[in-house]
């Protein structure tokens, strides 16, 4: 959602024109923005990334745990996700531009001046995290390498940024979707500074943040590190080296897991 279009939606005569907020401009510009997050390959509702989980690494819970919010979030984070999720719950299984456009129909159906002063303030709260959804979509990746899924995030810091040194944090999500136990051995990343230089941390770098995990059928690990760009703009690749262990004749077998490339960027691309 551009600035612009959010001054528009703020805007206390457009308020005061209730149903009018829900017009066919607006509606558009929100599902622009929602058509373009949901086209990133591996889209899906992601948790804001936080500089206090840098260095820090653990299993995630099990889905069946039910929502919870990471524990580096900050309250504000947390409250926002555990709300997010709750709004989007009746929904699960739906695609996320047939939610806006049901959204819509229903507002535009609403004559109860508290019920659309509601409505308002609920569209008022969703369209920034719209538009932050877009950000952690665009500056993603998932990438499924036999039975390990990799996701990786990223998110500019601006606080801990300085004039040509551009300060990112990253997320690493290692699932393990098949019946074999996988263990984390090492990693490989290459950094771009956009085009003017490449860091490369070497093949068989052992760990990731302190740990050599070891994960379960169906359950998750996460970690969080990060990088300094003498760009604005970059990306990040790389794979991570895994142990099968197989259980049809427990024998091993070692494997790499791509980690597809990954925009590093302080803001959204039109």
């Not at 840098?54 to 900050?74: D, K, R, T």
């Not at 969703?126 to 993603?140: D, G, K, W």
């Not at 999500?173 to 490449?198: A, E, M, S, Y």
């Amino acid at each position: 959602m551009r600035p612009r279009t959010i001054r528009a939606l703020y805007d206390p005569q457009t308020r005061l024109a209730g149903c009018n907020l829900m017009d066919r401009a607006r509606y558009k510009c929100i599902l622009r923005d929602v058509r373009k997050m949901s086209a990133v390959p591996g889209f899906r509702v992601r948790e804001p990334l936080s500089m206090m989980q840098w260095g820090n690494g653990g299993m995630l819970p099990v889905e069946e745990e039910g929502i919870v919010a990471s524990q580096y979030a900050s309250p504000e984070d947390k409250e926002t996700w555990v709300r997010l999720q709750t709004l989007l719950e009746p929904h699960r299984g739906t695609d996320l531009q047939d939610v806006v456009r049901n959204m819509f129909r229903d507002h535009a159906t609403l004559t109860d001046p508290k019920a659309i002063s509601h409505k308002i303030d609920e569209m008022m709260w969703v369209i920034p995290e719209i538009s932050r959804q877009r950000l952690l979509a665009e500056s993603s990746s998932v990438t499924q390498t036999d039975d390990v899924e990799i996701e990786a995030t990223s998110q500019y810091l601006p606080t801990q940024s300085e004039p040509n040194r551009f300060r990112f944090t990253y997320r690493v999500r290692i699932k393990n979707t098949g019946q074999d136990i996988v263990r984390v051995n090492g990693r490989h990343w290459i950094f771009n500074h956009n085009t003017l230089k490449r860091d490369v941390l070497p093949r068989n770098s052992p760990g990731v943040v302190g740990h050599i995990p070891v994960i379960a059928p169906g359950h998750t690990f996460e970690y969080a590190s990060g990088v300094d760009l003498e760009t604005p703009t970059g990306s990040a690749s790389g794979c991570l080296h895994m142990t099968r262990f197989k259980a049809s004749d427990g024998g091993e077998e070692e494997f790499d897991a791509a980690i597809s490339p990954f925009v590093l960027q302080p803001t959204v691309s039109d």
